[in-house]
């Protein structure tokens, strides 16, 4: 299992290098620059601050010098946030989108895995019904209504919970973005979780285990349930990633100091660096994270060995 990882890891390195790369070059493509906002500069002064960031270079140039900062782990100055680099952004960013978007993603596997098996268990039934059509608007209305919405009832109506700010990390602030967070990627799940939880209760081995006399809850849990979660880790991957460092609109409504803020700034203000360095950290995580959802197919499925 070693060698398969290293052998994924190894053949991420040229998928990494061409995402960099599309990434470099198109965000050049796109109209303005990032001192075009600011106030008319002097000539010599424009001069001056194009040649600190390198970008009085040819393109090629700014190309092959970004990359050599890369191969340092040099993600390179912020061209908008004075005096931080993008590596030290990414990093103070990163803890307040862990957190959120961690716990979020737990709580839709814990919610989403037991709807969907208990409406599995009462395959078309009331229930099932029932379960099945709350997953269908979960996925219907997205995160950036919901979240207003919540706000407008918990926050404003109520005065339950704070409507936005961090402070300081406090878990009254963290409540509202993290059930934002979470019902889209319940909806999901627990659809995930009752289509193979069906199928796999209607396997052959599943009718063996009942056969020899197992407990229902037996059969349930440590054969049907083992079995029907592969689809919901295939979708936990890239799912994970996309809530820690891609819920940009939930940090941006609850004003969070996470990456996904970051993004949304230097996107904004043409902050090349900024965005290069988002893309990236996303791209590496997708990829760790697709490896890791790899290793525990071999773990949930005995069928599956990697040598």
């Not at 994924?8 to 995402?19: C, D, E, G, K, Y």
């Not at 402070?167 to 999901?188: D, E, M, R, T, W």
Request: no cysteine; hydrophobic share 55%.
């Amino acid at each position: 299992m070693f060698a398969y990882a290293l052998r994924r890891l190894l053949v991420a390195i040229p998928t990494l290098f061409v995402i960099i790369t599309l990434a470099f070059f198109l965000m050049r493509l796109a109209p303005g620059g990032p001192f075009d906002s600011d106030r008319v500069l002097p000539p010599a002064i424009e001069k001056n601050v194009l040649a600190h960031y390198n970008l009085d270079l040819p393109l090629w140039q700014q190309y092959l010098k970004y990359l050599g900062g890369l191969v340092q782990g040099d993600f390179g100055p912020s061209f908008r946030v004075r005096d931080f680099s993008v590596a030290e952004l990414i990093m103070s960013g990163f803890p307040a989108s862990l957190q959120i978007g961690g716990t979020a993603i737990l709580l839709a596997v814990i919610i989403g895995v037991s709807l969907g098996a208990f409406a599995a268990l009462r395959q078309n039934t009331l229930t099932d019904y029932s379960v099945m059509g709350a997953a269908m608007v979960g996925i219907a209305i997205p995160n950036f209504v919901m979240a207003p919405l919540l706000t407008l009832v918990l926050g404003v109506y109520l005065s339950w919970l704070p409507v936005a700010g961090w402070g300081g990390g406090a878990l009254a602030n963290k409540v509202l973005p993290i059930i934002a967070l979470a019902l889209p990627q319940i909806a999901y799940i627990s659809r995930l979780t009752r289509g193979s939880m069906v199928e796999v209760l209607n396997a052959n081995f599943v009718r063996t285990a009942r056969a020899k006399g197992l407990r229902e809850q037996l059969v349930v849990v440590r054969h049907a349930l083992k079995g029907a979660l592969l689809p919901v880790v295939s979708y936990l991957g890239p799912a994970t990633a996309a809530v820690i460092t891609g819920s940009v609109v939930i940090e941006t409504i609850f004003d969070i100091p996470g990456i996904g803020r970051y993004f949304i700034q230097g996107a904004l203000s043409r902050d090349y660096t900024l965005v290069m360095g988002v893309m990236i950290f996303y791209a590496v995580l997708i990829m760790v994270l697709n490896l890791v959802v790899d290793l525990l197919y071999a773990v949930l499925d005995p069928k599956v060995r990697y040598t």
